[in-house]
């Protein structure tokens, strides 16, 4: 199965700034989205990154705080911008692997101070 | 929207006993149901999934149970192991459709205990 490489792995920011996440796929995956997980908590989608068109974002998201890109099949991103310590929570990036198959990235732990 | 409810949040087993988890979803055109299990700072890892054309999946020690007319499955482990503690996720997906997107339930922390 794919094997997504996701960085930075823990990041501490300043509020007011922005974080973009990178997310890189070994082989072409057809969808890839975007999780958080506030600790101890379950995985919320921000959105679903299209190839080649804007990200679908899901209710509460918006891409003016989360603007995301998707320049070709094996790479994502995601801003987290202007941050505040609510946007303290670990970011995960999932590909979709052929018809069935749902891998994930290794996570980015975000602390705003 | 779609929801995924997920029982219970938290068990609490002695080692070697059987545990279950409990997943019911909202949206009936679902038709892929994996479970993730998390440990500690750790990615979400496929343990076992199951799509609608079939009621039970066995694999060593974990089973899922689905029943689409009443919408929810089920996680079944047994012979628990100190290895099997994590938290578990049920999810839900229109699998192969257009409309592919995860939901998650909220999780089931699970203790194995020696």
């Known amino acids: 199965s794919a094997v997504i490489s996701q960085k930075p792995s823990r990041d501490i920011c300043q509020r007011g700034t922005s974080l973009t996440i990178q997310c890189q796929v070994d082989s072409q995956v057809t969808m890839m989205f975007w999780y958080r997980q506030q600790p101890g908590q379950s995985l919320t989608l921000i959105a679903t990154a299209n190839q080649g068109s804007e990200a679908t974002y899901e209710s509460g998201f918006v891409i003016d705080k989360f603007p995301i890109s998707r320049p070709n099949l094996t790479f994502s991103t995601l801003t987290v911008s202007n941050m505040s310590p609510e946007d303290s929570s670990i970011y995960l990036c999932?590909?979709?692997?052929?018809?069935?198959?749902?891998?994930f990235g290794s996570g980015t732990r975000l602390t705003v101070v | 929207g779609e929801n995924v409810e997920q029982h219970p949040s938290t068990l609490s087993v002695q080692e070697g006993d059987s545990a279950v988890i409990k997943c019911t979803y909202s949206d009936s055109a679902s038709n892929y149901f994996p479970w993730y299990k998390q440990e500690l700072g750790k990615r979400p890892q496929l343990i076992i999934d199951i799509r609608s054309n079939v009621g039970e999946k066995k694999d060593q020690r974990i089973a899922v149970t689905l029943n689409k007319t009443a919408k929810h499955f089920s996680l079944h482990i047994t012979e628990t192991q100190p290895e099997d503690s994590a938290v578990y996720f049920c999810a839900a997906s229109r699998g192969s459709g257009g409309y592919n997107k995860l939901i998650f339930g909220a999780g089931t922390r699970l203790a194995v205990h020696p």
């Open positions: 999932s590909g979709k692997t052929g018809l069935y198959g749902y891998t």
